[in-house]
């Protein structure tokens, strides 16, 4: 169901989202994340398999957001998607983490409205409380450390913190010899 919002239907889409289903995947009444990923693919979310979607997550237009599988998605993280929001696979996004498409434009003297999309690549991890701003793609296993704002990519396997966020250090994974199926490990 991929919809636009400046139709006369896809208003009332919106409308039925922000009235009826936005208050389900928002509630914490229901501990499942099953009725969350089941409204989010109604209103034209894709949504992998394995997803968890914790209480209070917040999502302006599921229409325009694409999340793979076995991502997590913390309590109280706002999706704030005027355009497309595309989250890979193993990627976590931890507690109140805010990842918005739009800004005004400074020093605009008519702070003209900009959107872009946001990427973010598989394995990546973006700490509780930090900001996401429009445009940015971080890569494969690229972290945003607890309260970053991010205003600049943040390349593939690369750590970043602070506000603005700046490179603290790199990197990698490596498969444990045990359990090289899935078991991933920093070093």
């Known amino acids: 169901m991929h919809t636009q919002h400046r139709s006369g239907w896809?208003?009332?889409?919106?409308?039925?989202?922000?009235?009826a289903g936005l208050p389900i995947v928002r509630s914490s009444i229901n501990p499942s994340s099953y009725l969350r990923r089941f409204m989010l693919r109604l209103f034209g979310a894709q949504v992998g398999p394995g997803v968890v979607i914790e209480p209070g997550v917040r999502v302006k237009s599921p229409w325009r957001l694409a999340i793979g599988a076995n991502s997590w998605i913390g309590e109280d993280c706002w999706i704030d998607n005027l355009e497309q929001v595309t989250i890979g696979s193993n990627v976590c996004l931890c507690q109140a983490?805010?990842?918005r498409t739009w800004e005004h434009a400074c020093p605009d003297s008519l702070f003209t409205f900009v959107i872009s999309p946001i990427t973010i690549g598989d394995g990546?991890?973006?700490?509780p409380m930090s900001v996401i701003g429009p445009g940015i793609v971080l890569g494969e296993c690229a972290?945003?450390?607890a309260g970053s704002v991010v205003t600049a990519n943040i390349p593939a396997f690369e750590i970043h913190a602070g506000a603005?966020?700046?490179?603290?250090r790199?990197?990698?994974?490596r498969i444990r010899e045990k359990h090289a199926s899935e078991e991933l490990t920093w070093s």
Do not use: E
């Not at 896809?10 to 009235?19: L, P």
């Not at 990546?124 to 700490?127: E, Q, R, S, V």
């Not at 790199?170 to 994974?173: E, I, L, R, V």
């Open 124 to 127: 990546a991890w973006i700490g």
């Open 170 to 173: 790199t990197h990698k994974f």
């Open 97 to 99: 983490a805010y990842l």
């Open 164 to 168: 603005p966020a700046r490179l603290t």
């Open 143 to 145: 972290v945003a450390l």
């Open 10 to 19: 896809g208003k009332i889409v919106a409308a039925i989202w922000f009235f």
